[in-house]
């Protein structure tokens, strides 16, 4: 049955759109050519939509914290949900992706009371079209979807073609009744949907027909004049979105001699159609999905003349002028012309007023140029030569943090291989390697010297399945053994794993949740060893490695060892809080004593940053004096959070 448009929804919505996104990934990924063919459209996608589904799972489980009762609201979802695109936003779709959502929970976080024309009789509202809505005599009146002309419109600010944002709202279709619930829904839909097709046309310097603003802006434009509850908006824009995307070899070059359809195009048609099924109700994608519009055509075709867009003949006359409404065709790169050598991606703290400036110099510097975000906080990307004036741009509009410069392979550009050794390039791969997920320098240290390469856990920022892939490649190896160490980052590494695969290299993913299974399983790593005899073992290791960590309540909450306040320290037997206490020291015996009770034979200490030693003595003392015949190793990890770790071998 149809579910009411709410902070729930948002959640099942992000969840369907990651696992949709992670069946298709490899597909995505096998038809990326545009804007760059280096194969990571799918990828990027996944790990924004990660980030984004990450985030709100946050919301949600902070709310459960403080009481079974409480529950986020809509707005709490919706902000989360693009906050965490935001800042995990990857690519050139997904930065796109990113601000579509932002787009979509400017208008979802509005106060639900406040739905401006509407009335309670129903009556009163016409489409747009006849409501004198935008562009109804402009140069986007022939276009089969009236409400397409506002969409591109607010482009014209973001190119600096001086046509401003425009303030005419959407109503929603005639004899559609706007007192009930649902219908409000269905019109909230409608307005985010419109909303976030503006968003991301402002954000993109240079728009281009054929690409993932094609397919979301046909999505708007079929919302704006679906009937029925919010469920029918979303399976009309998801139907139109789908169509659009088969149109897509037509309207842009690169895709017609390719025979494919955008790869960004497709990426999106997976979250619109996983917002359908959530607001549905339904497990699956209506109609067939083995016989998918954009599955490769024999020949590549073209879009039909009456398609073509109005403004696209004139470009041609001026390629390197941004058209004042619209996307612009691909431009014809020149014969013996190079792409940039450099994908730039950062998150920028910066006042609103320095980001026309930074979006001027960069871009003069290269291209695809999209800069999202707002309030303060920007996500930045742009293919460039020069990476370093990229940056320099940043620092001088404010913040910058999270860089991530990318050299295109294969690229033509000067710039290629710039700041990378010759000897890296060039290094014979190893045979095998251990990639270990680790909070604290300390354990970063032990982990490096038993010979693994290690990913470093910052406070509160996990890492995503793009830093474990560039982590098994530093490992330059034919056989690799992943440990993700958390079971929250179960699922980046098993999209990680599954990338490195598709490059070739053997990977092997053993579930360790705990930083001291992980420790427990490089001790027995044996490289002279069969890679999967090598597997067992250190799957073995870690199997048998019970563990346990120590952390401080920020908040009162509900355990399920009853009810604990804030500060109180807090002992959690795989992954469950078990004991409450209030002294580190005392606790963590309680623990240990505990899970000793099922046996053991060594006991792991691992101390946080802040932990003294004299708690690590008096842990021993007591496992000595209690518990015979159990040895005890102490290690300083260095971490933040959480305090104390154990392991039980």
Do not use: K
């Amino acid at each position: 049955m149809p579910h009411t448009l709410d902070a729930a929804a948002v959640r099942t919505w992000c969840a369907l759109a990651l696992d949709a996104l992670g069946r298709a990934r490899e597909e995505i990924d096998a038809i990326n050519v545009y804007p760059v063919p280096d194969g990571d459209t799918g990828t990027n996608l996944y790990l924004t939509v990660e980030s984004a589904a990450r985030a709100v799972d946050a919301v949600f489980d902070g709310h459960a914290t403080t009481g079974p009762a409480s529950r986020p609201t809509l707005p709490d979802a919706v902000r989360a949900m693009a906050h965490g695109a935001l800042i995990g936003a990857r690519g050139n779709s997904g930065t796109i992706l990113a601000q579509l959502l932002r787009g979509m929970a400017e208008v979802l976080a509005e106060d639900t009371g406040d739905m401006e024309g509407m009335d309670d009789t129903g009556g009163g509202t016409d489409d747009t079209e006849a409501a004198g809505g935008p562009h109804a005599d402009g140069p986007h009146a022939g276009r089969p979807h009236e409400a397409g002309g506002e969409a591109v419109a607010a482009e014209g600010s973001a190119a600096g073609q001086g046509a401003g944002p425009h303030e005419a709202r959407l109503m929603p279709p005639a004899g559609t009744r706007t007192g009930h619930p649902a219908a409000h829904d269905a019109e909230r839909l409608r307005r985010a949907l419109r909303r976030a097709v503006e968003s991301a046309y402002e954000g993109v310097a240079r728009p281009v027909e054929g690409t993932i603003l094609t397919v979301a802006a046909a999505a708007a434009d079929a919302a704006a004049g679906a009937r029925g509850d919010s469920a029918a908006v979303a399976r009309a824009a998801d139907e139109a979105a789908r169509s659009a995307l088969a149109m897509t070899p037509g309207q842009l070059d690169v895709l017609g001699r390719a025979g494919v359809v955008d790869s960004g195009g497709l990426g999106l048609v997976e979250v619109i159609g996983a917002l359908a099924r959530a607001l549905s109700g339904e497990a699956a994608p209506w109609g067939s999905r083995g016989t998918r519009a954009w599955t490769r055509p024999a020949a590549p075709y073209r879009q039909h003349a009456e398609h073509t867009p109005p403004h696209a003949e004139a470009q041609h006359e001026a390629p390197h002028e941004a058209p004042a409404h619209g996307p612009m065709p691909c431009p014809t790169a020149a014969p013996g012309s190079t792409a940039p050598a450099f994908e730039v991606i950062y998150l920028l703290d910066a006042d609103d007023t320095a980001i026309p400036r930074l979006r001027t110099r960069l871009d003069a510097l290269g291209d695809s140029l999209v800069v999202v975000g707002g309030d303060g906080l920007w996500n930045v990307h742009v293919h460039v030569d020069d990476a370093g004036a990229a940056v320099e741009a940043g620092i001088d509009a404010g913040r910058p943090h999270r860089i991530r410069i990318t050299h295109f392979a294969g690229s033509g550009g000067t710039a290629a291989a710039a700041g990378e050794p010759a000897a890296a390039r060039t290094r014979e791969p190893a045979q095998r390697a251990v990639v270990a997920v680790v909070p604290g320098e300390g354990l970063a240290a032990l982990c490096t010297d038993a010979g693994a390469t290690v990913v470093a856990v910052r406070p509160g920022e996990p890492p995503a399945s793009g830093e474990l892939v560039d982590a098994i490649r530093r490992a330059n190896a034919r056989e690799v053994v992943l440990l993700p160490n958390d079971p929250e980052l179960q699922h980046a590494a098993a999209a990680a794993a599954e990338q490195a695969r598709a490059a070739g290299v053997r990977v092997a993913l053993i579930p360790t949740r705990a930083a001291v299974q992980g420790i427990a399983a490089l001790a027995v790593h044996e490289p002279a060893r069969r890679f999967d005899e090598d597997v067992v073992a250190m799957t073995s290791a870690a199997g048998a490695t019970r563990y346990a960590e120590l952390a401080v309540a920020e908040r009162q909450a509900w355990t399920m060892a009853g009810v604990c306040q804030a500060g109180d320290v807090l002992g959690l037997i795989d992954g469950d809080v078990a004991v409450i206490g209030s002294d580190l020291a005392v606790t963590a015996a309680t623990v240990l004593d505990r899970m000793l009770a099922a046996g053991g034979e060594m006991v792991t200490l691992v101390l946080g940053a802040d932990v003294p030693d004299a708690v690590a003595d008096r842990l021993e003392r007591h496992v000595r004096g209690v518990h015979l015949a159990v040895d005890t190793v102490v290690y300083r990890g260095g971490q933040q959070a959480p305090p104390l770790l154990i392991g039980i071998e």
